[in-house]
């Protein structure tokens, strides 16, 4: 795709700015007063288990569903305020792709063409989307004949229509297989490289490989934003280590577990020659590694290993999900009813 097209000198630092964004249903806060923002050119992930909340803020973003309380920009652009000007920004593939199955795929992407009223070479345009997509060899097909993998890249296409800095996916791998998961994150990929991206999913090992930094929601409120290697240093308070220990193993453990900043203390079933090999956690914030040697040493026992456990992304993310599932409960809400619904919508 051109760069040229895309290039804006005058645009806002930030892409998406949500602030204080608030969407309830009833009694029912969908979303919960989340803030976060999405640097020009940046591919962010936007991770959470089903039910998070990923969809609704995505609706709100892109214009599809009002807000309870809060504001979203894009490009500068307040949703509520601006919404023509917001939406020709943003790409967006919604979670069920609005395909009529009934249309050929180039019929579909004229559809799309004027709808959007856009006013590049229309020939030259459609090409060179159905090229990105890898669509071109069915462009004759009615979507209906069409594999699910197909019908994907079709929705992607739609939304590259256009020509928007913004694209905006929302789960678009659910349902395909794995193959075709590949080619749907490497089209992402190399969207990524002239686009900005928001990528919402419930699989991390998708945000992993695609993204430069990951928001993680659950339950309405954003849990971590950071950048991918930053997230599995977040989560490593409460480090924990593998230690192979010579010595009489129900001493050694009792000494450890009275020793400050060590949290937990399990022997495995494993041995090496003749050390055993523990399991030790330490106190959020504790790096225990020189109290251990220390206090074995002090005892006769030689350590003779230590390694930090190793904690995948995967590990990290259920950690996080859970640590924000305890903090939540018995935590009552008291907070004014804000409202948007009276801000009247304006430009549509
Ligand atoms: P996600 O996309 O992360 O799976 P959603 O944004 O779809 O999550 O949903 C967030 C929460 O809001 C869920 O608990 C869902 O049941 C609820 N919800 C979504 N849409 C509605 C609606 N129209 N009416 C009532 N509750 C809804
Ligand atoms: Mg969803």
Redesign the pocket.
Known sequence: MDKEQNARVDGAEYMIEVDGLV?R??Q????DDISFRVKRGEVVGFL????????????VITGFLSSTAGTVRVDGHDVLEEPTAAKRLIGYLP?QPPLYVDMTVDEYLNFAYELKGCEYNRKKHLDEVCSVTKIADVRGRLIKNLSKGYRQRVGIAQALVGNPPLIIL??PTVGLDPKQIIEVRSLIRALGENHTVLL?T?ILSEVQTVCDRIVI?N??KIIADEKKEDIVRVAEDGRAYTAKICGPSREVTAMLRSRSGVRRVERTAERDGDAHVYVIESDPGVDIRKTLFFALAQNNWPLVGLEPVGENLEDVFIKLVDRSDVKKQGRERRRPVIDNSDIERKGE
């Open positions: 969407k249903y009833g029912k806060y969908a979303v959470g288990p089903n039910g998070a909340g990923k969809s609704t803020t995505i609706n979670e929302d789960e919402s419930h929601i339950k309405g």
